[in-house]
């Protein structure tokens, strides 16, 4: 098995809506703002090639939005979704799945893309399964008012159309092992309905694709929930029970919204589990 980050785009969000209730003064130390409030995210997605499978975890937002949307998400330098799976190897027709952790624009926005031969929107990877879960597409086709910004009809439709589109079954609790991908998923609920978690085993350790569960380094303490969670009591739940699991295990964390951070160890102190040490994937 290989693995490769890709990296599919750098923005910026407010940093009072990533960090909840936990005062300023405190995420700064790791997050720190620039005078609009706004700290720096990237959108770093994982491709596995495994045995003939080449999957690629989310997609990043895209580009196929408005001058006017993305305005709001101050995207800062030259990464995106193609050139980085070119720059590893490979093209966009190789990749044989794409595993969308959920729908929110900023992880499924670049699996779709527009076609101005045809002037409609199209997915962008011809020859790969979509695929998702039947509980959490049926909550982002149906979208609570919270959600609803954030669940793009473009984003969707083009991909169930395609007829690509997949539903992992296996959504019991824990890491359940998914024989369609080869891989194992946790699914869970405090940031959006059944969010999966997935995770791999490569070079002798074992690596989480943390997703929105903890989308950057800083965020690794408990209580340092995003105010964009529509569960947050939830989220701090799944997150203890995951630290506990992932220190015990010794669990490497993938962090796809840290521009600066790849990878992450984990270490044990007096205030509970903490960023440990940051590594890329080809330190392993």
Excluded at 92 to 100: A, E, Q, S
Excluded at 175 to 194: A, M, P, Q, S
Aim: charged share 25%; hydrophobic share 35%.
């Amino acid at each position: 098995m290989n693995v490769y980050p890709i990296e599919a785009g750098n923005f910026k969000l407010d940093g009072g809506a990533m960090f909840g209730v936990v005062p300023k003064s405190l995420w700064t130390k790791t997050n720190p703002a620039d005078a609009d409030n706004m700290i720096e995210m990237s959108s770093r997605c994982m491709l596995v090639e495994n045995s003939d499978k080449l999957i690629l975890v989310d997609t990043g937002m895209g580009d196929k939005q408005s001058e006017k949307f993305f305005k709001y998400y101050k995207r800062w330098g030259s990464d995106n979704l193609v050139k980085s799976i070119n720059s590893a190897g490979f093209s966009i027709n190789d990749v044989t799945d794409v595993l969308l952790t959920h729908l929110h624009f900023d992880h499924c926005g670049g699996a779709v893309a527009w076609d101005s031969s045809k002037e409609a929107y199209d997915i962008l990877f011809k020859n790969a399964n979509y695929w998702s879960n039947e509980k959490h597409w049926d909550w982002a086709t149906n979208p609570n008012p919270r959600e609803k910004a954030s669940f793009l009809d473009e984003n969707l439709f083009p991909i169930k159309e395609s007829g690509q589109l997949k539903f992992i079954s296996n959504m019991s609790k824990g890491f359940n092992y998914c024989e369609e991908l080869g891989l194992e998923i946790l699914c869970v609920d405090g940031h959006t309905e059944k969010q999966m978690i997935p995770k791999i085993k490569h070079k002798g350790r074992e690596i989480v694709y943390a997703a929105d569960l903890i989308p950057t380094a800083g965020h690794i303490p408990v209580p340092y929930i995003m105010g964009y969670d529509v569960r947050p009591l939830i989220t701090m739940v799944e997150k203890t029970n995951f630290l506990n699991e992932a220190y015990e295990n010794e669990y490497l964390l993938f962090m796809e919204h840290d521009p600066h951070h790849q990878l992450v160890s984990l270490k044990k102190t007096e205030k509970g589990i903490r960023f440990d040490k940051s590594f890329s994937i080809n330190e392993l």
